[in-house]
């Protein structure tokens, strides 16, 4: 009793401690159960009881991490989910044995494999599909299954038809609240004004359908951004083809940053290691391996299948070979897409707050339509008169365009990106970009030209540089092929390396490979080493990829029966630490202490001028049994030093983030010194002490100490992808909007959790393309600038366009109730109102929506991403325009009133009035600073907007159906000038009033 009480007691503080890992991504969230001491039987509980609740698809929770991986429904409130999560949790351990019963009922699993490939032998499965580990299918064989199993392309998920975007538009309340007045005009014998009202909403559903199909297309063309190749082995030969071609039964190859692009059972492994967070929730990569799983349990979880391998992972370590077993709609992503079964984009934040706004606007507008009403008929006007205001007065009042403004804005916005050479591939980036606070930029590729060139080496203290492929010591030119030293150095070099040479016509060639590993293969081929001959001599038998645990590459090569060469290279301080010997003067002598300090300043000194420095060195063992071959008691041989070029513009790019508030971090593989020497150069602390962070550092300092000690340092150098992920964390739970850019496999990780991923277009890969929300096609950060710019001005814009939209209609209401109240008529008559909201309302808005970039929109603080679209304080500013646009009205009204009495006279002159302020408004709403205080760039679109509003306003005066239909009258030189003024006046006092802000 006391052991239950107590694991009761422990669980009861962790109860409240579910905490989301990653924000939902179209429905997908990652939480974690921190502190959690999982059991199976609860994992299974969790997985069975979620899976049931409603609005979730699919469920998978891990024994070992506590993370629990969860598909839900995109309009699902992600504080729901955790809820549902922490109540699950509590009621398991109040009474856990009541449940465990529970969890072993018969149920259909949506992690489960119909055919358990995972607990079947390898030789079972061969041949299964009639193929070989050796030869693979035959061309036969490929044709028979490409028929049988189908092309491996995922299932589109339908796209919406024109048709239900369209009628899509007529489901919003607004919309609902316009067709029952419209039903009740008819009611009431106003046909006509049934006919303006759905006429209203059908121009509305006509331009939303243009927008937002536009957007539907241009999301749907990103979809085959990222279509990866697969090597396989067919007919004993091994070959690349496109993915999509890919049968069950093929021998699918497995290398460093290749994407998986099918569900494969492992066959062979070599330190085999992915990253399967897109299906599992996990971070960190899973080791891999060959045997089948002893433990018969088909409902094995995913993450848990250390001999398969799934479509939708990368891998990011050794190698590895498998068969195919599943592809297109049978792999679990396959399932998971099934399950998910979108029909429609989710809807951003952004759209959501909009949406919020319009039906709060709404239940305003019905609330003073009825107090109109009420009055109308106490000041003894007609039930029938008053019935038709009123309605007329909710359909102006009515933002039924905010939609539309929210779409055509994040669609136009993507295309204009994508013009710029910046590919969005989520419409919630558009936002995000707005709101980036920190980025973290990688180094190499991103900071740097990605293009090493090895510019010194040393060893024993002597210092030779390499200029235009020669070597040069004080002076002197230096043959490799005379000295050992050198020429070691250089052997090492090309064994451990995995660049390939692909030559071409006239004994040119291409080096493919990394800028590191290019760069040491060019020193090579400059100092005359036959490339080719050297690794046939010393064929590679093994790989030891870095990795979280070791910053170096080993590789095993035979030298003759059982002597076998271990060549390494890496970080020197991690190298040197292997190493018990060095050669001086071609003797192998003991490595001191005091040798190991020199090396060490030596090391310091190269690092300090900027150059990435790596430590060579070698063993030589004779040994049975290879792998059991350790990586120790090495020969130093000695450093290499190579630059990566500051990219061009960088500098200056650096200095326009720190003009937009956005603090900038570098984080970087390379040791402190060289780190410090870049970040100095690029001026990375804006003038303050450089404040840097090493990874011994790192490891131990404690989640909360990260994260308080995250804002200030300026470089983050020797990290790797784990420490990539912990800082991009660290920054998150200082309550910052974090950017992260990389091009390569290790960079994946952090890319996913940052709220804006970005990705290289033309030298990152495949796999850091596919988790990226921007892909900057031309590799250039300065475009990540325009990024920036836009997604500021479109969130802007969009604030512009409501801002307007509520500022008028608004005006409309006020008009229509002090009027009422004041007992001075009806100012304005139903047609007119409806036609209003015609003029007025959608394309002045949806041109404000197009605005350019303002002047300042880079050299202001990034917005808060918990702002709503209008604050409080905005609200302040809103209600002070509407009230001078109608006091400034009704004041043309009484005039009116004053000359012709209450007449259809003076209601032209009120309608005229109230059409015109509320044009000229939107040059109002253009900026928060005075018109005239700063130039603004042009907007074609809002002035052919305006001119072409304000001429068809006008144009109804002078066209006799439109005067009938409206019940206007002519006007005279004196009527104009009292409209226009009435037009002018409110612009000029709300100008005015932006010297003197109403609010803060």
Known sequence: MNKKHSINHNHQKQRSSIKILHKTVKGRCRCKV?????????????EFNLSLQKDINSVRANSVTGNILIYFNPRTKVIEIAKAVNQLVEQYYQHPQAFI?????????????????????????????????????????VQANLTKYGVNALTENPTRSGLSIFIDYFKSVPVALLSGAALLSVLTGGITDAVVIMGV???????????????????????????????VIRDGKLIEIESQNLVPGDLLLLQPGSYVPADARLIEVDRLTLDESALTGESLPISKQDKAITIQEETIPLAERNNMVYQGTFVTGGQGKGVVVATANLTEMGKIQALVGETSHPTTPLERQLEQAGEQLVWLSSGVCGLVFAIGLLRGYGLLEMVKTSISLAVAAVPEGLPTVATTTLALGILNMRQQKVLIRRLEAIEALGSIQALCLDKTGTLTANRMSVLQVCWDGREINLEDGHFWSDQQAINPYQCDELLKLIHISVLCNDSQINYHHHDTYVLDGSSTENALMEMAIDAGIEVEELQEKYPRLLTYHRSTEHNFMATVHRIHQSVYLMAVKGNPSEVLERCSTRIENGQFIPLSQVDKQAILEQNERMAAQALRVLGMAYGQEEITDVESLPV????????????????????????????AGINTLMITGDQSPTAYAIGKTLNLSQGQPLKILDSTELMDLSPDALASLSEKVHIFARISPTHKLQIVQALQNRGLVVAMTGDGINDTPALKAAEVGIAMGHTGTDVAREVADVVLEDDNLETMIIAVSQGRTIYNNIRKSVHFLLSTNLSEIMVMLLANVGGLGQPLNAMQLLWLNLVTDIFPGLALALEPPEPDVLSLAPRSPDQPIIKRSDFQ??????????????????YGIARYGISLQASTVAFMSLVSGQLLHALSCRSSQPLGSQ??????????????????????????????????????????????SSAILPLAINEGTKFYPISK
Request: proline share 5%; no cysteine; glycine share 6%.
């Open 201 to 231: 909403v059908t121009i509305n559903a006509i331009l939303g359908y243009a927008t937002e199909s536009q957007s539907e297309r241009i999301i749907n063309s990103l979809k085959n951004f990222v279509n990866p190749s697969a090597w």
């Open 877 to 894: 500013r809103i209600i002070f325009e509407s009230s001078t646009l109608s006091v400034s009205s009704l004041a043309a009204y009484s």
């Open 632 to 659: 120790s008691h090495l020969i130093w041989v000695g450093l290499v030093g190579m630059a990566d070029p500051i990219r061009s513009g960088v500098k200056e790019t650096i200095a326009n983030f720190h003009q």
């Open 935 to 980: 130039t603004l760039p042009h907007n074609p679109y809002l002035t052919t907007a305006l001119t072409g509003s304000m001429a068809l306003q006008w144009v109804s005066l002078a066209t006799p159906g439109l005067r009938n239909l409206l019940q206007v009258t002519p006007l005279n030189p004196l009527d104009g000038l009292v409209i226009g």
């Open 34 to 46: 921190q502190g959690l001491l999982y059991s199976k039987e609860l994992k299974q509980y969790l």
């Open 101 to 141: 019963e529970l969890t072993k009922r018969p149920r259909e699993s949506s992690v489960t494999s119909p055919s358990a490939w995972h607990i079947k032998e390898i030789e079972t499965i061969l041949l299964e599909f009639n193929t070989s580990k050796q030869t693979g299918l035959s061309n036969e064989a």
